[in-house]
């Protein structure tokens, strides 16, 4: 069993920037997938970015691409999530989540993948 806890959001002007932080406890995770994901009021959730937890090989959505980074530290069992140049699209509550696999070298995009949830992040970003 593991369990998520997310935090770091927050409201920010846009063009500004915010890390979030998932932090893990319950399980080691050799071959899973991390992931980050989003769901702005009234739209269903959505893929942000995720990495894998052996090769570092990570994915992310056309929309957040060049902009977040998603990144993990293997001691403190934490997932970051990097996000630069916000705009007000990106309001949402950000979930990170866990999939077991296992996943050798990706990282997958699909909820469904996903076994793991953590309470969820607001971000606000104002025009």
């Known amino acids: 069993q593991i369990q998520l806890v997310d935090s770091g959001g927050g409201s920010v002007q846009a063009g500004g920037s915010l890390r979030l932080s998932c932090a893990a406890s319950g399980h080691t995770f050799s071959n899973y997938a991390m992931g980050w994901f989003r769901q702005a009021p009234g739209q269903e959730r959505e893929f942000v970015a995720a990495i894998n937890w052996s090769v570092r090989s990570t994915r992310y959505a056309d929309s957040v691409k060049g902009r977040f980074t998603i990144s993990g530290d293997t001691a403190k069992k934490t997932v970051y999530l990097q996000m630069n140049s916000l705009v007000p699209e990106d309001t949402a509550v950000y979930y990170c989540?866990?999939?077991?696999?296992?996943?050798?070298?990706?990282?997958?995009?699909?909820?469904?993948?996903?076994?793991?949830w953590g309470q969820g992040t607001l971000v606000t970003v104002s025009s």
């Open positions: 989540a866990a999939a077991p696999g296992p996943y050798f070298r990706s990282s997958p995009s699909a909820e469904r993948e996903y076994n793991y």
